[in-house]
């Protein structure tokens, strides 16, 4: 017999790699696995059952006649170590310096469940989990086209996360799945635990509080964005995907428009609009008029809001900036505790406090309904990142409107709007189709349109294919006589 | 990049000295002020300035702060010595006139009015028959603040009732205008209760004449097109008949030298207490109205040209028919023009009784 060749070294460390001399009577295996990542089963049942039985076969021949599906002979040392890592089982037989290599992998980890930051009502409820082949497996089976690309790479020198990208040849501009190539080529970062590390990395503009690539748990989601010419990536242990490249108005359109008749979506759609620049404005409109414009409040308004705040012994932005911090609190407190204890957390800060603080005199009514009403309208931004955005946003608005009232949250507009220009994803630009201005892909920004007017894919992507289907036959509601 | 951000922080923060804070309740709001003349060239001008109450939108006080001076800035300075917070005037909404005041002219104290970006040329303006003082001291309403109630007074008889339509903007433009004279609401105080009892007719800055409320509702007839109004219609048999006005046109037409007036109204009978509406009642009815409509339009116009007044704008309307006009001209000839009036009245129901 011989003994454990001195490449198996580094791994007799840990303890969950096992080694084992097999016999037959007639040859004489050592086996190698390392048994935290192997499936034990396949393992007695198949690989150790098939050599006790079949004595006297050639190393050769023992590799062929092997019942597994993933196999490989190789005698790389430095492909051995890589597969044994990913739950390989290495069967090496003294004399031959080859090894064979099996895939007796087990994975653990979640079934698919039910989306549940991108939640809907009508609609399919599937989400992606963690382990990239169920998602892989979700997108294409949707997906039943030849022309669907997945291109794996591996990101990371520590992690070697293995990261999908996925389009469809005959649609997708080339320009941008190079770019996705590239940029993923060349991320220089040791683990990559979660899509969102990448998405950071890749990004155009990586400074910029504003998303360039829009993270999906939605299956649907990803496939409505691969017809239209978007890139799709997706990453082993990321429960989320990005689609890119994408553009301003599609943070503030929710999947859930789709499956709604176009007029009650179009209809959400533009309230959620409305909020998103409610949530941003409110509280500071609310600094600039009472420290500068009080004089434009109506004679209607002008009692309710000064009996409401004549006691409060702070300037106006001190009150706001006391109860937007108070609201971000019970953000913070709310998204860090489990989900029972996050109720409380809720009654005992909306109610407790909002009613404590106003009767103290600390704020006054009027700015307690602002506020909330202000929260209540960034929560309806579908994208989670997005809705972080907006939640950030506001606070330099109400340090502008401090400083110069109305002229001042203007000012702060301009710079949001000229960043925003400047913004590019994948290099497209971000405002498209508002700025530059291409009036064929405004239908689906603000009101979703009925679907016999999305025969032709948005302009903005430069697809290979624009056509979806026969604009002349959409719409067809023949009597079956004709 | 870095230095730009730099540049450009560091002037936001200097710059922002710059900006003048007033916080909403740190200072002294009025809605409502009121002139009145003492002597030659002393004036007497009175603010009212509410006082709120925490959590109690609806339990407003006033407090009434009067001083007499020379010029209205320099009585505002002087009236701040007395206040606990600084005055801001930007939230004036009434402007009252005493009707000494205003027979004096008023030019002095619109200038101020309209030389100051902070204030509204929404506001309105009323000549009080009798001191304005007294009709801001009187006790009128103790639900609303004095001049947020006053402002709902002018504003809904001039959206719904019977003032013709008339704010700092509208009387801005009348006086200085060509060819038009301004008017304003005239407001008495009755008994503890504020009423708007007509229009003040002004020639260029000064009240000259006034009209009653019945006067005044004809001349918004003339003025504009109005969809409301209560008609009292004498019959010969001396019974009384009211009539609403549905909706109302006015047009002016230029025929040689003379100016007429097309009016058009459609109306509904809203009384009749024993009078028949029979079609052919109607018809006689109509045609009385119609008379009476005529001959009280005619007189309401000969007064104007009698005074030389001329609160319709016919100099502005004849301006814009002749590029020769000149205003000498015109108002040497105006009090002898022929003015004709055209009524034509529809009365389009008369109820569900017969």
Redesign the interface.
Known sequence: MFDIPKIWEEFRESSDFVYLRQSNHVDHYLICFLKSITDINVLNEQILDFISKNAGLLFDELFEELPIAEKELSSDWDEIRNKLLLGYVAIQQAPTAETILLNASSSKGRTVSKPEIEFNVEGSKEALVESLDINLNLIRKRLPVASLRIKELHVGDVSKSRVAICYIEDITNEQYIQTCLQRIGDIQFDTVTDITVIQQIMEDNSNSIFPQMLGTERTDRIVWGLTLGQVCIVVDGSPNAILGPVTFQHFFASYEDYYLPWLIGSIIRMIRFTSVMFSILASSVYVA????H????S??F???????????PF??VVEVLIMELAIELLREAGARLPSKIGQTIGIVGGIVLGTAAVQA?LTS?FLLIIVALSAMASFTTPVFRMSNTIRILRFPFILFAQ???LLGIFMCSIIVVTHLLRLTSLGMPYLVPFYPLRLKSLTDTIIRPPYSKFHQRPGFYRTKNPARFDKRKSNLKNDIDE | MKRTFCTVLMIGLLLSACAKQQILDKINLFIVASFDEISRDQLEITLVVPRFQAGKPEAVSDELYSKIGNTSTGIRESLRAQMDKPLQPGKLSVVLFGSDKASSGIEKELDVLLRNAFFSRGMYLAVVDGRAKNVLEANFNKKQEKGIFLYHVLDANTKNGTLPSQNLHEFEYALVGKGLDPYLPLIRNDHGRVVVSGTALFKNDKFVATLDSSQSRLMKLLLENVNEGIFEVKLDSGAFLAIENVGSTVKYHMKNEAILISLNMNCKIREAERYSTSDEHLRSLKKQFKEQLHQEETELIKTFQKKAIDPLGLGDFARSRNRHWKEEDWMRQYPTMKVDVDVHVNIMESGIKL
């Open positions: 008029v009472l420290t500068y009080g004089h434009g409040i004679n209607a002008l009692p309710t809001i000064i009996a409401s705040r004549i006691n409060v300037p106006p005199s009514n400083l110069w009232g």
